[in-house]
């Protein structure tokens, strides 16, 4: 398990954006879309969802929650956002519901150790409130460090900066992957963990690539998931970054994995990554970063449980 340095502070996280719907059919048409259930989703609460093609893979990943019962905040990765925003906007027709870019008015910020625990006294994880004019969302911890995500505008009282690279650091550490644009429609949700994280909804009704999805889950079929890993800086040289292939030294001739996520490390000494990865390549051999000769890869630990039976 990694020692944490003493994370304090708030940050603006510029590479998350906003997707917002508004309308008597917002809850209603994002039901039918997503991966999870917004019919049931209350004003106290946020969860994960994931928009998928027809062939069940990620296009975008979400952090969800409502501002009223017609009204639903969507926060996704800046990189996706616009293609997300124009496919969604697609499949609206006749319902009561308007899709727009709400980054500027609702702009994320993120809070973490003794900045965060001043807000989220008596919250519970993926409990979502109302504070001083911003909605908080509270994260799960990371290594005993608060977190929470908030949009809108909150007064802070003078504290302290953090840098975007901790609070990223600090997403991957959680286990909470993030579709970006190099990884769009790479995943399958459980290729990303992401039915064990609460993203995906079993019961609900149908969306695109539900079918797909559901049959993962039911027929034995994951044979790939994401684990956490470490890769040294020296070894890494240059920028570790999501969309990365990942190859096994006993099969050089094609990839075993992808990098879902990727954060330098506070430390310095290297990055920390969620890899999507096929479970047999974890049963011996070694793992390495962009070639087969490329950086060794570390496997760390998930703050949950992954099993391996189906490998």
């Not at 929470?148 to 840098?163: D, K, N, Q, Y």
């Not at 992957?177 to 995906?200: R, S």
Request: charged letters at 20%; hydrophobic letters at 45%; proline letters at 5%.
């Amino acid at each position: 398990m990694n020692t944490l340095p003493s994370f304090d502070g708030s940050v603006a996280l510029g590479h998350l954006g906003v997707v917002r719907a508004r309308g008597a059919d917002a809850s209603k048409f994002l039901h039918g879309q997503l991966t999870n259930d917004f019919s049931m989703l209350g004003l106290s609460q946020a969860r994960l969802a994931g928009f998928c093609s027809a062939k069940g893979r990620l296009q975008a990943s979400f952090i969800a929650f409502k501002l009223a019962h017609d009204d639903v905040v969507l926060v996704c990765s800046a990189s996706v956002l616009a293609a997300t925003l124009k496919r969604l906007s697609m499949f609206v027709l006749r319902m009561q519901c308007k899709l727009s870019d709400a980054t500027a008015e609702l702009a994320p910020h993120g809070l973490v150790g003794p900045t965060a625990a001043a807000v989220l006294v008596d919250m519970q994880v993926w409990e979502k409130r109302e504070q001083n004019g911003a909605s908080v969302v509270r994260l799960p911890d990371v290594n005993g460090v608060a977190r929470a995500m908030c949009v809108g505008t909150m007064a802070l009282h003078s504290s302290p900066a953090l840098a975007l690279d901790g609070w990223r650091w600090l997403e991957v550490q959680s286990g909470l992957p993030t579709i970006e644009a190099a990884t769009v429609d790479q995943f399958v949700p459980q290729m990303l963990n992401y039915e064990l994280v609460g993203g995906v909804d079993f019961k609900k009704g149908c969306y695109p690539g539900q079918e797909i999805v559901a049959r993962s889950q039911y027929r034995g079929t994951i044979k790939r998931r994401m684990f956490l890993f470490e890769v040294d800086r020296n070894d890494a040289g240059g920028v570790v970054a999501a969309g990365q292939e990942v190859f096994h030294s006993a099969d050089p001739g094609q990839p075993a994995g992808m990098v879902a996520n990727a954060a330098p490390r506070p430390d310095g000494a290297g990055s920390s990554l969620l890899v999507e990865v096929k479970l047999a390549a974890l049963q011996g051999g070694s793992l390495h970063l962009g070639s087969p000769q490329g950086p060794l890869l570390r496997r760390a630990e998930l703050p949950y449980e992954v099993t391996l039976e189906t490998a």
